[in-house]
């Protein structure tokens, strides 16, 4: 396997649901990804979250259930990520979800960060979103 890339929760939404904006760069991602062998990864946490604010709840399990529970590296966070994530949003006033995304990528070997969030929070990564990973 090649590269770790971390999956920001934005573009795996993006991936599920073909109504929304951003869903054929996420398939053309993912596809070079395969392409490269790249190992792709998410956190535990993400989804949760893709769950929550999904409109079709069973076409998200679907996807959980034969796509990220098959393919993907589930990555935890850990109470010292926590630790670490709370004190740099607290003193850095960045947004807590982003900065825990960046450090557990960062804590398990991910070279890379795809998101379509331009004020993500960069802990040393390189962030890219899906266009400019597509290059």
């Not at 795996?12 to 053309?28: G, K, M, Q, T, Y």
């Not at 956190?43 to 993907?72: C, G, H, M, P, R």
Request: aromatic content about 8%; some cysteine; glycine content about 8%.
């Amino acid at each position: 396997m090649g590269k770790k890339i971390f999956l920001d929760t934005n573009i795996v939404a993006d991936l599920i649901d073909a109504n929304r904006v951003n869903h054929s760069p996420a398939i053309r991602m993912m596809e070079k990804l395969i392409e490269d062998d790249c190992g792709v990864c998410i956190s535990e946490d993400i989804l949760t979250t893709l769950f929550y604010i999904s409109k079709s709840k069973a076409q998200t399990l679907e996807f959980f259930k034969n796509v990220i529970l098959v393919d993907w590296e589930i990555l935890s966070f850990g109470k010292e990520t926590l630790h670490e994530g709370v004190d740099i949003a607290l003193t850095e006033g960045v947004d807590l979800e982003d900065t825990l995304q960046c450090l557990c990528a960062k804590h398990n070997g991910c070279e890379t960060i795809i998101t379509n969030d331009s004020g993500f929070y960069g802990c040393g990564l390189n962030i890219v979103s899906s266009e400019q990973f597509l290059g």
